[in-house]
């Protein structure tokens, strides 16, 4: 394994969870078929994958076992689709297009988007709650997950994203949202795939935890910065929104140059939060690299 | 406990109820406030608490421990009331008044009432999965909610009820999408209610199930003949609602007087179901009375 290059690990695990997910989707051929025909719609030939990337690499800090791993990924990525679906929606960001396709409510419908998120949320849960492992690691897991999810981690992100717009937030709040709203998740990813190997140590919790901050801040940082130089064709998404709907950002805050630097930083902090797992967090690493350096 | 009233024991559940709600939802003292805050309004202070009620009756049948049950109560509950909001939302059912109270989104607004029903959910997970049973009961539990709550349960009912809207059902399409919409979340109260007293056997399972599946059909019955019988005020929301949107009800299909014929012989049905349980399912019987006999 350590052996493959990082392009071709991560093609694979893009690859191999495209297969996880039509698996652990319901499917297409049992009734509501139009409700799970969007969850696949909404779930399938998306992005990067970069949290269930995160799983993966983390869960070969300690070996974990690949399906339970490809099972906490599904999981994870299934409440990310779902907040992308309700995010999308015109009572939220309104947002037309995402990684280039019509998004759920424009494919299908208002009422339809509403439950495909609530849908997908409950199969995250169910994903994870019929894992393999030894059902109090399970659990610790499914806490995880609820907590990262809720509103002290994504959607109440998301809240104080949506009560921010047209006001002018010092770093601190932007951090403060973005740790909710990204980085929530992001971490849960981790943990989850360290979790998969091992009970883990305080000690491996804390630096999961400062390699997770500083990708969770570098990730957003660099989405400004591609909001506000990249196209839309390139993004997959409608670019300078956050501009348009006067949303503060690290560039409108920090400006270009300074958010690159920022960046930057926060790809030294990761790596220096890996030390202690040595070659076992190359993929970790090069996670780190792929978010700062990133085209789309 | 087996001395008191039925109304006496309700109202001790209820007033339990909101008690527990309150400790297990996020305190409005903490941010995201407004988040918060909206997540009590959306659940507190409201109706029957009819799953809560069934949770206690079932746990009652192998003397299941108190905190445990709140605890699944609160979980169901909050499932409940996330689908109430959901539902109330402009591009679903579109009401504006719930148990008498403005819905959530016209009290807030359509983004915060897509957030708090997002985040009940996660924190409906999060409480069961911080349960106190053993480990692998615990996680029974929630595989159980998230099934319920999913995509074949109630996500799924209310995906065919949206998609019935002005079709002509026959009676079995329509007991099929309530036993989806309204049944998986009452059979799930049953059963996370016995499953808090013991691990359950083959044939206590199926016992619970027939109780289950008349209670489910019960309510929606009783819920069609009201709709059509009493006014808003009584129901504390939209009477008359579902012919105004071309619904097919019970009612339609099968008029007023078999309707009511129908749910007593499913009370009928109901006790049958709980014959082995002896004396211990004495309030499981008092709810099917409760459903029948409901005046709002």
């Known amino acids: 394994m350590t052996e493959q290059s990082f392009e071709g690990w991560m093609k694979s695990i893009q690859v191999e969870m495209?297969?996880?997910?039509?698996k652990l989707l319901p499917s297409v051929t049992q009734k509501p078929a139009r409700l799970h025909e969007a969850m696949h719609y909404a779930v399938l030939d998306g992005g990067k994958r970069v949290r269930p990337l995160l799983v993966h690499a983390a869960g070969a800090l300690f070996d974990a076992d690949v399906a339970e791993l490809a099972r906490a990924a599904a999981a994870v990525e299934m409440i990310h689709a779902y907040s992308l679906v309700h995010d999308d929606m015109p009572c939220?960001?309104?947002d037309a297009l995402r990684r280039g396709k019509p998004t759920v409510h424009v494919k299908y419908d208002e009422a339809c988007a509403l439950l495909v998120g609530d849908?997908?949320?409950?199969q995250a849960f169910e994903i994870l709650a019929e894992g393999g492992l030894d059902a109090a690691r399970q659990l610790a897991m499914l806490r995880l997950l609820a907590k990262a999810s809720g509103s002290f981690g994504m959607c109440g992100g998301q809240a104080i994203d949506l009560a921010s717009v047209g006001l002018t937030l010092s770093l601190q709040e932007l951090e403060q949202m973005h740790t909710l709203k990204t980085g929530a998740l992001l971490r849960v990813s981790v943990l989850l795939g360290a979790l998969a190997g091992k009970a883990l140590s305080e000690n491996e919790i804390a630096a999961l935890d400062q390699y997770s901050s500083a990708i969770g801040l570098a990730f957003q940082v660099v989405d400004d910065v591609l909001d506000a130089t990249a196209d839309s064709a390139t993004l997959g998404k409608t670019a300078g929104k956050d501009?348009?709907?006067?949303?503060?950002?690290?560039?409108?805050?920090?400006?270009?140059?300074?958010?690159?630097a920022l960046a930057e930083k926060l790809r030294t902090d990761a790596y220096r939060a890996l030390e202690q797992f040595?070659?076992?967090?190359?993929?970790?690493?090069?996670?780190?690299?792929?978010i700062v350096q990133r085209k789309a």
Chains 1, 2 share one sequence.
């Open 18 to 22: 495209e297969v996880a997910l039509v």
């Open 92 to 94: 939220m960001d309104d």
């Open 119 to 122: 849908a997908l949320q409950a």
């Open 243 to 260: 501009a348009a709907d006067n949303k503060p950002t690290y560039v409108s805050i920090l400006g270009l140059e300074q958010s690159q």
């Open 278 to 290: 040595g070659d076992k967090a190359r993929r970790l690493r090069e996670l780190a690299d792929l």
